[in-house]
């Protein structure tokens, strides 16, 4: 009796099992059907089961010509607003409009990152606040303070570290230049600079030894079990039933990564929160994390709005990824472009070289912001390489979007807007938008800092905006690669900052060229854009 019960348990559990994959799965395949984005033109899909995501590649930005970005190519085609499908036949509605999309990104309590996304960034980063959603989203960035001023003595210190790594490398190299990994080298810069800005932590990851702290090994183990998603992730992404059954090595690696973080990151807030409750203003403590843990214990901040321990916990791995992975990547396509555009590097490099006579080797902050051809530099590798290429909101009520002109949907009418059924899911082309020509005029799709030294008009100075900008777009620089909104990027500030500290040495004492062909240089998908 006993073992049919248990037989009869099984199958219980199994169709269960069964029943719910089939409903997550039907809500992919029948949502289409009557959505109101079914009747956006777009372009045809090759395959039902993962629609245009595997057509929708980064071009290869080494490449010569003109490379147009597939989502670009369609947009000449189908207009601002068109549809592309995804996973199962999934609708995603791509925004170029500037009035739907500053819509969409201004009203993030109706439109907000897909589950499918948030459980890729949960598993990473747990809920800190990049996953964070809603109110949650609220009260922790309001005891986020990253602010590059505080930041500003790590910079000149890590970035003049690997410099000299950088010159020992070519010393000791038979040839008078020397091959060398750029994208890593700047990788593990940014991550020692994020370690002890972020809170105060040395990971000695520049050393690349022994004397390399458990945690930047926590950091990379995730990293590098995770910059391939794989078959496995993926079906877990879509389909929730599969969460509770597939444990396969990357998720194991993950797992075992994520609790070295987390132990190390206790220890970390335990000894912060001593320090404050001793009454300790030790003006060596800077770090972020220091100044949340204070902020956070202030009698002047009413209680309910206080962080717990585990939400302050799980600012620790967003302060890395967020401080670390795009900008070194940011860098990485600086130097790529410096190295194919000569005359470029060698106006930076005059620029640094006058400028230390006047201000030295370690300048001040608004000393970096005071050079325009390097601050041209930076805007435009942040324009032409977004360290993410995409965005993605999901409607979680019906709506209505408005946009700027009239598009013709499917039946050839014009529409002045954009109905929404709750669920409905939104791409942000980021890179796409930051190569449009009627924004950027025609060398949009060409590595040009010059744009930046023209004079700019009245109605482009708010926006930072070059001469030649058609209409005004969002966040620093005038690009969509911080986006707007409460969801736009916290520290982009100090992103661009440590860009300029790096390059202010880098450039000015060593020059870059490719060690390979430009079009071997490609990007590998991960949680942004990676050069390969």
């Not at 059907?33 to 777009?42: N, T």
């Not at 946009?403 to 014009?414: A, F, L, W």
């Not at 938008?433 to 700019?456: D, K």
Request: glycine share 6%; aromatic share 10%; net charge positive.
């Amino acid at each position: 009796m006993s073992i049919k019960l248990f037989a009869n348990a099984i199958l219980t559990t199994a169709g269960a099992f069964v029943i719910w994959v089939l409903v997550d799965a039907a809500e992919y395949i029948l949502r289409p059907l009557v959505s109101p984005a079914r009747k956006l033109r777009g372009p045809p899909s090759s395959s039902f089961v993962f629609g245009h995501m595997m057509d929708e590649d980064a071009p290869n930005v080494g490449g010569s010509g003109e490379v147009l970005h597939p989502h670009e190519i369609w947009r000449r085609e189908y207009g601002h607003v068109y549809a592309t499908r995804a996973f199962l036949g999934e609708i995603r509605c791509m925004l170029f409009d500037p009035r739907a999309l500053s819509y969409v990104l201004e009203n993030h309590a109706t439109y907000t990152s897909p589950r499918t996304l948030r459980y890729i960034l949960q598993r990473i980063l747990g809920e800190g606040l990049i996953v964070a959603q809603g109110a949650e989203h609220k009260h922790q960035r309001r005891l986020l303070f990253l602010k590059p001023s505080r930041a500003c003595p790590y910079f000149p210190r890590k970035a003049i570290e690997l410099r000299d790594k950088l010159l020992a490398q070519t010393r000791i190299s038979d040839k008078d230049d020397a091959r060398i990994d750029m994208l890593h080298q700047l990788s593990l810069t940014a991550l020692d600079i994020i370690g002890e800005a972020g809170f105060g932590y040395k990971f000695n990851a520049l050393q690349e030894g022994t004397d390399a702290s458990e945690l930047s090994a926590a950091f990379h183990g995730i990293f590098s079990s995770s910059s391939g998603l794989g078959a496995f992730f993926v079906i877990k992404a879509f389909l929730p039933p599969f969460r509770l059954f597939i444990f396969d090595k990357r998720e194991r690696e993950i797992r075992k990564a994520r609790r070295t973080m987390h132990r190390v990151g206790l220890e970390l807030i335990r000894e912060r929160l001593k320090e404050a409750k001793r009454g300790e203003e030790d003006s060596s403590r800077k770090d972020l994390l220091s100044l949340m843990v204070r902020s956070n214990l202030s009698t002047d901040l009413p209680p309910e709005q206080r962080l717990s321990l585990q939400q302050i916990l799980n600012q620790i791995p967003t302060f890395i990824l967020a401080g670390h992975e795009t900008t070194s990547t940011s860098l990485a396509w600086c130097l790529f472009s410096l190295s194919q555009h000569k005359e470029c590097q060698q106006r930076l490099r005059l620029e640094i070289l006058e400028a230390m006579e006047q201000i030295g080797f370690k300048p001040s902050m608004d000393q970096l912001d005071s050079l325009p051809y390097l601050d041209a530099v930076v805007k435009e590798t942040i324009r032409f390489h977004p360290a993410t290429e995409n965005a993605f909101r999901k409607a979680l009520v019906d709506d209505v979007i408005p946009v700027s002109k009239p598009y013709v949907d499917i039946d050839g009418r014009q529409r002045t807007e954009i109905s929404v059924k709750k669920g409905d899911v939104f791409m942000i082309p980021t890179f796409a938008i930051n190569h449009l020509e009627e924004v950027w005029g025609p060398g949009a799709n060409q590595f040009q800092p010059e744009r930046w030294l023209s004079g700019v008009p009245p109605s482009h100075v708010k926006f930072g905006l070059p001469e030649g900008a058609s209409y005004s777009t969002w966040g620093w620089g005038g690009s969509m690669t911080f986006l707007s909104g409460q969801r736009a990027c916290i520290g982009f500030r100090f992103a661009v900052l440590e860009m300029k500290a790096i390059l202010f040495q880098l450039v000015s004492a060593l020059e870059f060229n490719l060690s390979v062909p430009a079009s071997d240089i490609g990007k590998a998908h991960m949680y942004g854009l990676r050069s390969r």
